[in-house]
């Protein structure tokens, strides 16, 4: 199974971004989807998670201005990322719970990532 995220870039405070990251492999199905991201000298931190079930949970910092959202059928997750500050500047990673053909037990991958710069 390999994750491969995409969407990053560079942006002016204010701008918009749209992330994808897409799932791959020999996936049964995939649970909980979820965003991370880390800037340079601080912690990986939770940006934003979805559930099998589509509830969504988000950073304090993010809310109202990220939305995450699923494609099942793509097992594709979204982070449309609106009002960008230059504070959100980041590498910004997807993970996901996933069930490989012929298992059962649920794993956690992680994608590369992608590059999100803020400009002021």
């Known amino acids: 199974v390999q994750l491969q995220a995409s969407g990053g870039g560079l942006v002016q405070a204010g701008g918009s971004l749209r992330l994808s990251c897409v799932a791959s492999?020999?996936?049964?199905?995939?649970?909980?989807m979820a965003w991370y991201r880390q800037a340079p000298g601080k912690q990986r931190e939770l940006v934003a998670v979805?559930?099998?079930?589509?509830?969504?949970n988000y950073a304090d910092s993010v809310k109202g201005r990220f939305t995450i959202s699923r494609d099942n059928a793509k097992n594709t997750v979204y982070l449309q990322t609106d009002t960008l500050k230059p504070e959100d500047t980041a590498v910004y990673l997807c993970?996901?719970?996933?069930?490989?053909?012929?298992?059962?037990?649920?794993?956690?991958?992680w994608g590369k990532g992608t590059q999100v710069t803020v400009s002021s």
């Open positions: 492999g020999s996936i049964l199905y995939i649970n909980r």
């Open positions: 993970n996901a719970v996933i069930v490989q053909v012929g298992t059962y037990s649920p794993r956690d991958f």
């Open positions: 979805i559930t099998g079930g589509g509830s969504t």
